[in-house]
């Protein structure tokens, strides 16, 4: 069954998806964040891993963060947290400020 | 000495009497600067329950041993005083170029007592001090005043002054310098007016004196390489400043929302920091020895100037429902020149903005008005019409009109953009903060929503007094040497123990700085103590332990306070009202 969800990028991300915030993508089917990723490199080209990831590890990078639904995925299941029809999910590059 | 210039002037506004103090190697070593160096002199100095607005209250400008030197981000200064907005100890800090000048004029600090009779400024330069007639200034904003003392005086000369708001002892009121960077909070530009001094304006020529060079040259290359490295000192605050966060926030639901109602902000995109890097943004700017530049200068079709920064874009915008960054921009314009604290100022008018939706105010101020908000920025700098009420901040304002209950703050001092619902540690730093409802005694937004230094469950409060303990106590010390806490996100307390040991001279560890900090933070409690507050000012607003977030990524959240403060108190030392214990004291070397 294939399933959609919103994704927003915000700040620097942007520039992934060429300004676009917010892209709807279509899974085949029921997927984690992973999955996603590799979606959004077809849709967008290959870098976007080489942006989100540690390309030693396979990880995301350290201070990306990546939101399900407002719920960061390092306390779920990181890059195998399961994606459902509707999520919204967000992904953000490091960020501070007050 | 090195490091601190070693001496503090004391300037007597009523009789006009103006005296050097030598600043103590013990006293320093002690409570470093700063912030420590005004909370220990305003305890030591002040007699209980004096009126903040009164001459017995004293307005304590500060430096630490590091401003002015070449440390990273040490261009900046504090006010330490009664805060005549909270009743409690405050230290309002700002960054800019002025601290670093008053070191180089020959003070680490000074001390103003008393009132003048009429308006007058102080003039200090190369160690010379003069106390000046402000008569023909007064009146004027804080652009018009920098630029009319600066010719009056020395054309490098810095400002720090009050405008309006500060001269009609608006209890909101700031303290500018270099025109754009405000000692916003506490309403200590109140105290200022009260006394009537409309501006101190420096000017020197020496030098800091490092204790150890070559120690220093090491310190500072692995501090900058460590800031350069790290993503958010090199490349998120510099590139994005720090609005970037508004689209971050809201998408966790903690962007508070006409008047904390909700955690989203529906239009937050239109007045988000990409929209302002798309429309207005047209430079960035830097405060003195800061390699991470988050300041943005702004341009609008009408005016120029600087910011909205993260806290004001919401303050004007989400917190009133207002969609137009024009008007957002232009109120922040205003609060500069006016002198207002941006946070205060739009926590309050989104209040005012609830209370006349529930019926509680004669006069229509509807969320999302935008003409409104401005128009009310200017009333309360002038305190003209409702502006009159709305300058004395929302809990004098909600309880006046029968709603305390409304009024979103702690400790009377108005809260910040992150609704506490959706981080149960930085909920726990709001309500024990000794300056009340403020975001930077302890930045818990690092751990539960950025992911700095390591992410946390934001929705537990398990673990979190502990946090926030070592965020107040690391933060105490940041405060009193004095850096940006922008810093916090690269370096250490081991950085800024090598920082302090090579400016002064002086053995410190980066546990002395943990034990300092918890030095100067029990000091500020005693004094809170004195004032007559207690465990139950160490609280939030009914809504945020009662009411669920409606919406969001904070859906049906509420903050479990009272677990996590017993649990705070019994790190802490303190007893169950909130009283630090004798061994406490006596451990911090505080038992008289």
């Known amino acids: 069954m294939s399933i959609s969800v919103r994704v927003k990028l915000f700040a620097t991300f942007r520039e992934i998806t060429g300004g676009q915030r917010i892209v709807v993508v279509k899974l085949s089917r029921k997927t984690t964040i992973k999955g996603l990723i590799e979606e959004l490199s077809k849709l967008f080209g290959k870098e976007i891993e080489g942006v989100l990831l540690d390309t030693k590890t396979g990880d995301l990078k350290s201070f990306n963060n990546v939101l399900v639904n407002g719920h960061n995925i390092k306390l779920l299941q990181k890059l195998r947290t399961k994606l459902d029809n509707g999520d919204t999910v967000a992904f953000f590059p490091p960020v501070g400020g007050g | ?592």
């Open chain 2, 1 to 592: 000495m090195y490091g601190w210039i070693g001496e503090i002037l004391r300037v007597d506004l009523t009789s006009g009497k103006v005296s050097i103090e030598e600043v103590n190697k013990n006293f320093a070593k002690k409570f470093i600067g700063g912030r420590g160096l005004g909370v220990k002199i305003l305890y030591d100095e002040l007699e209980p329950k004096i009126d903040p607005l009164s001459p017995e209250n004293k307005l304590i400008f500060a430096t630490g041993p590091v401003t002015g030197t070449r440390a990273p981000t040490s261009g900046r200064y504090c006010v330490v005083s009664k805060s005549p907005l909270t009743g409690t100890i405050f230290d309002s800090h700002s960054g800019g170029f002025w601290g670093p000048e008053l070191k180089f004029a020959g003070y680490d600090g000074i001390i103003i007592e008393g009132g003048a009779k009429k308006p007058v400024y102080i003039w200090i330069a190369d160690k010379q001090v003069e106390i000046r007639d402000a008569s023909d200034i007064w009146g004027l904003d804080t652009h018009e005043t920098t630029e009319k003392l600066v010719k009056e005086t020395d054309p490098k000369a810095k400002v720090a002054c009050i405008g309006p708001a500060g001269e009609r002892q608006v209890l909101i009121s700031a303290i500018i310098n270099d025109k754009h960077r405000a000692a916003g909070r506490g309403g200590l530009g109140a105290v200022m007016g009260y006394k009537q001094l409309k501006a101190i304006v420096v000017r020197g020529t020496a030098k800091v004196d490092i204790a150890n060079e070559e120690e220093f040259d090491e310190i500072y290359d692995e501090s900058m390489l460590v800031i350069r490295k790290h993503p958010i000192t090199d490349k998120s605050l510099p590139t994005l400043g720090t609005a970037v966060l508004v689209n971050i926030v809201n998408e966790y639901g903690m962007y508070p929302t006409r008047n904390f109602q909700e955690g989203v902000f529906e239009d937050a995109e239109g007045v988000s920091g990409e929209k302002i890097t798309e429309t207005i943004l047209v430079g960035r700017r830097a405060c003195y020895a800061c390699p991470i530049g988050c300041g943005r200068i702004t341009k609008t079709s009408k005016r120029e100037g600087e910011g909205p920064e993260y806290e004001t874009l919401w303050a004007f915008s989400a917190q009133c429902g207002v969609n137009d960054l024009i008007s957002v921009t232009h109120a922040n314009y205003l609060c500069n020149e006016l002198g207002l604290d941006t946070i205060s100022t739009g926590n309050t008018i989104g209040c005012a903005m609830e209370m006349s939706q529930k019926g509680f105010l004669k006069e229509k101020i509807e969320f999302g008005d935008a003409e409104k908000l401005v128009e009310l920025v200017e009333k309360i700098a002038f305190k003209k019409g409702i502006g009159k009420e709305l300058s004395e901040g929302s809990k004098r304002f909600a309880e006046k009109h029968g709603c305390p209950e409304l009024a979103m703050q702690v400790k009377g001092l108005e809260l910040p953009a992150y609704d506490p619902r959706g981080a149960q540690g930085h909920a726990l730093a709001y309500s024990t903060s000794n300056r009340g409802g403020c975001h930077l005694r302890a930045y818990l937004i690092g751990p539960e929503l950025l992911g700095t230094p390591a992410l946390v469950d934001r929705t537990k409060p398990e673990g979190k007094a502990d946090l926030v303990r070592n965020f107040q106590n690391l933060f105490s010390t940041i405060d009193s040497m004095i850096l940006c806490v922008f810093t916090s996100f690269a370096l250490n307390p081991y950085h800024y123990a090598k920082f302090m040991t090579a400016a002064t001279g002086l053995e410190y560890t980066g546990k002395d700085l943990m034990t300092i900090g918890e030095r100067i933070w029990n000091l500020e409690r005693l004094f809170n103590i004195r004032e007559g507050f207690g465990r139950s000012d160490d609280s939030l607003p009914p809504r945020f332990l009662k009411t669920p977030l409606p919406e969001g990524g904070s859906r049906e959240r509420t903050v479990f306070l009272e677990k996590m403060l017993e649990e705070y108190y019994d790190l802490r030392g303190w007893d169950d009202k909130g009283v630090p214990l004798k061994s406490k004291l006596e451990e911090l070397d505080l038992s008289r």
